[in-house]
């Protein structure tokens, strides 16, 4: 058993019209490879809300903003497509770098405000690389729902504006951030780690817990983060980019937790950068 492959928008645009021809719903599932099992868990809840499930799997050049970054990004087609059988996957799509942008590509997708603090402030042209591609592959799909992890909040929320912003008939389905049982959130990068890199990792993700549930009860703002950005360090990370509560929907700047909030970090551990994020509420809030 194996999972069609699909390289090229013409073929992948054959394949979704006999789908619909047939009257089946069809989801997209965005990835670029190095399947983990958040990834897996988005495919599964794309198979439980739609008939046809594609699979897209592209390391985006454009989102890249260090050329060692995207060559040391794993790729790992075959050990990806062999993990999407036993899930029941209907197609891979694996375009290459010139099937998505051909000689002359001239177009970019920009969001702005959503796209320009957080990651992107640290990270110049990620996110018009992620709009732009994120864009294309609803248009080549045609896809009626797409799914993203809150792993990746900021993105989520970014893709969720484009989609208002142009109109495009895919809904954007969220799906919660799986993580490892010591809590560091699952990510194609975490290989990367040194054994010694890896036992501190999760350090990230309880900084965040705890840093949530105290500015949830009232704890005062800029101290405690000052505190959680310090307890990092200590931990034994290189540098926090930025450890920030934002907005649950917006992503602007809080002052205090009156409202449904995200707590988001990107920290260096030795050479890899990682990512994480937990929603908070006010205490007694309902939300
Ligand atoms: P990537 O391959 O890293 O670009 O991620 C592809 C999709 O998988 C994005 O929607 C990510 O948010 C999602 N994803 C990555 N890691 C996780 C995770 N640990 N839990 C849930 N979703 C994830």
Redesign the pocket.
Known sequence: MSVPIVRTVAELRTVVAGWRRSGASVAV??????L????L??VRAALQQADQVIVTLFVNPKQFNSAADLTAYPRTENQDAAKLVPLGAHLLYVPDAEEMYPAGFATTVSVAAIGESLCGAFRPGHFDGVATVVAKLFLQTGADFA??????FQ??QLVRRMVKDLDIPTTVVA?????EVDGL????RNVRLSPAERAIAPKLASVLVETAERLARGGPLLATLAEARAATLAAGYREVEYLELRGEADLQPMTSVDRPARLLVAAWLGDTRLIDNVTTSPIGSTN
């Open positions: 599932v965005p990835t670029m490879g190095a983990h099992e958040g990834h868990s988005l799914f993203f992890g809150e792993k990746d993105q989520l799906c919660p951030t799986v993580r959130a699952l990510s194609s």
